[in-house]
């Protein structure tokens, strides 16, 4: 990785407080747009009241929409988004394959799995927490979708089109699992709850959510910054990583298991939410190179501000309704996922 010359630290402490900047202004219009328009001005009335201890004439319904419901939800939106975009960048740099995310390679439907043995079939008697049984149910997924990609002769060599199709099948086997346990243990009104959930939810978040998804979000984005530069080498194939005295399989281990818990939480929490790991490091890359001491930043900014965007969209595309937030990432993320099948870029990198 390159070294950066004192003269650049100015230049780059920039761009960095300008990604904050954006990040804070889309966390406010998240608060701000909704069914009901609350005016910025209120908006940062609420927040400083809340915050710092102001005091203003704002009304307790304002002030009860802005702080208790859109404003948590915006924070859980942009550190699902960020983690989502992450883990999608982690994934795709290790298999080196560009259509490579945890929706597709079946981690999130694993995950998806897991809580919904928790909480309807009562898997873990009460002992095990829905983020656990989604982190268990992530990892059972990645290594079946690695197993059977080994299996098939994919997974050892350059290429790993293999493990894309491996996941394929993998997602379905879990979402059929789900639908089973749905369909054998659920009744009509938990059944709803967890199709819609299923499809992205973010209308139950509140400030406890806030505490566990953000934590997650800013520690898996710590552990994968202190890999970048492990990263960057195995943007080259883990022989290459290995020349360069990476333990590999502690690394991958390390970086793998990083992405299934952020995965995890953040479905346990939402919902499966497809394609933000799949579009969000590409648009990183094209703004500031495959180099993931700066990707990684980038990529998870864009994907925070990208979910929050998602989120004010399924609030009001449809008046009187909340879309499911996986709807308006896929209508993103399937042209997205097209365009680069149509390109030729399916295959290793």
Not at 36 to 61: H, N
Request: with cysteine; charged share 10%.
């Amino acid at each position: 990785m390159a070294t950066y010359r004192p003269g650049r630290w100015p230049g780059l402490l920039t761009s960095f407080s300008s990604k904050l900047a954006i990040l804070g202004a889309a966390l406010i219009l998240g608060a701000a747009i909704g069914e009901t328009r609350i005016p910025l001005e209120t908006v940062g009335q609420v927040l400083a009241m809340k915050m710092f201890g102001g005091s203003y004439p704002v009304d307790p319904i304002d002030q009860g929409i802005v702080w208790n419901y859109r404003f948590s939800r915006a924070i859980v939106a942009a550190s699902c988004g960020a983690g989502l975009a992450v883990s999608g960048l982690v994934l795709q740099t290790l298999l080196r394959n560009v259509l490579a995310d945890p929706y597709i390679l079946g981690i999130s439907a694993g995950a998806s799995t897991g809580a919904v043995a928790v909480t309807i079939a009562g898997i873990g008697g009460g002992l095990v927490s829905l983020s656990a049984g989604a982190f268990v149910g992530a990892l059972v997924a990645f290594a079946l979708v690695i197993g059977l990609a080994r299996a098939a002769g994919g997974f050892a060599g350059t290429s790993t089109g293999q493990v894309i199709l491996a996941g394929v099948a993998g997602a379905q086997l879990f979402n059929a699992l789900t639908s089973l346990i749905i369909a054998h243990s659920a009744n009509a009104e938990q059944a709803r709850g967890i199709i819609f959930w299923l499809l992205g939810n973010l209308s139950g978040v509140r400030w406890p959510d806030v505490w566990l998804a953000a934590p997650v979000a800013i520690l898996v984005l710590v552990i994968i910054t202190v890999h970048a530069r492990a990263l960057d080498a195995f943007a080259f194939g883990s022989d290459a990583a290995a020349s360069l005295g990476i333990n590999v399989l502690k690394t991958q281990a390390i970086l793998i298991g990083a992405a299934a818990l952020v995965t995890a939480v953040m479905v346990s929490i939402v919902g499966a939410i497809g394609f933000v790991g799949l579009v969000v490091p590409h648009a990183a890359r094209l703004l500031v190179g495959p180099r993931h001491g700066r990707l990684i930043p980038m990529t998870a900014i864009t994907g925070a501000v990208f979910l929050i965007f998602a989120d004010i969209v399924s609030r009001i595309i449809i008046p009187g309704q909340v879309l499911p937030i996986g709807v308006v990432t896929a209508l993103v993320g399937a042209p997205a996922f097209a365009l680069i099948l149509v390109r030729g870029r399916g295959g290793a990198r």
